[in-house]
């Protein structure tokens, strides 16, 4: 169940994240999805993989460990057991989970504040998506 103040706890995490430089198992596009989810709900979904790797490979390998494959079978494993269901086609409402295209390859973040751009990690802190880039969303509950 998300925070009553979740849009607060959600908006003072991007705050944070915005002079965070973009560092494989701490500050990713998994752990960043994560960590939106934690401060909307108190629930970490990357307890299974958090502190597990510091590189790119070891990124691949600890998902694939945890979810048996990459950014898509890791954020319906972790929707799974926290009980985020689905959303139909561009129904994705804010503080969703996002599985997205960026340039050809996945990236999972979180739908903003006002339901209009996806919040992903990015070299430099955080950036916006055009929503248009959501291949899959989840309902964060």
């Given at each position: 169940?998300?925070?009553?103040?979740?849009?607060?706890?959600?908006?003072?995490?991007?705050?944070?994240?915005?002079?965070?430089?973009?560092?494989?198992?701490?500050?990713?596009?998994?752990?960043?999805?994560?960590?939106?989810?934690?401060?909307?709900t108190g629930k970490d979904g990357a307890a299974a993989f958090r502190g597990r790797y510091d590189d790119k490979v070891g990124a691949y390998r600890a998902l694939r460990d945890f979810a048996g494959g990459g950014l898509e079978a890791t954020a319906e494993k972790i929707c799974a057991e926290l009980g985020f269901i689905e959303n139909m086609r561009n129904f994705h409402q804010r503080g969703d989970v996002a599985l997205c295209d960026q340039g050809g390859e996945d990236t999972l973040g979180i739908i903003d504040l006002t339901g209009r751009y996806v919040i992903i990690a990015a070299e430099q802190g955080i950036m916006q998506q055009s929503i248009d880039c959501v291949k899959r969303s989840w309902r964060v509950e």
């Open positions: 169940m998300r925070y009553s103040d979740w849009q607060s706890r959600l908006a003072d995490h991007f705050s944070a994240a915005k002079e965070k430089p973009f560092t494989w198992g701490m500050h990713d596009c998994a752990l960043f999805a994560c960590d939106s989810i934690l401060a909307i």
